[in-house]
């Protein structure tokens, strides 16, 4: 079965970086594509970066374009969000995901992982 486990979330000042890691199982990375959503409190979930499964473009929001990188490990199945400059806004609960298709909106998404929070302190 399909599952997603996410790490590396933590406590970080504002201005610093953090790398997020999503352990990816149960399926091959070409029927999937897989990305990262993030939920702050009192918010709704959005789609922060994705990689297509059928050409592996990369797409971001654009409030982390430039300061966030998604790139994965195939050989080790692994899905890694790079965050650079960080501020307060930032702060969420980071979700790893996978769909057919890349999505930046969670209601197509297919599998999740379970979160990650991310805080920045300013």
């Known amino acids: 079965d399909v599952q997603l486990q996410a790490s590396g979330g933590g406590l970080v000042q504002s201005g610093g970086s953090l790398t997020l890691s999503c352990a990816l199982s149960?399926?091959?990375?070409?029927?999937?594509?897989v990305g990262w959503f993030r939920q702050a409190p009192g918010k709704e979930r959005e789609g922060v970066s994705c990689?297509?499964?059928?050409?592996?473009?990369?797409y971001y929001r654009d409030d982390v374009k430039g300061r966030f990188t998604i790139f994965r490990d195939n050989t080790k199945k692994i899905l890694y969000l790079q965050m650079t400059r960080l501020n307060p806004e930032d702060t969420a609960v980071y979700y790893c995901?996978?769909?057919?298709?890349?999505?930046?909106?969670?209601?197509?998404?297919?599998?999740w992982g379970q979160g990650t929070l991310v805080t920045v302190s300013s």
């Open positions: 995901a996978a769909s057919e298709w890349c999505s930046m909106i969670p209601e197509p998404v297919d599998y």
């Open positions: 149960g399926f091959t990375l070409e029927a999937l594509s």
């Open positions: 990689i297509s499964k059928s050409d592996d473009s990369k």
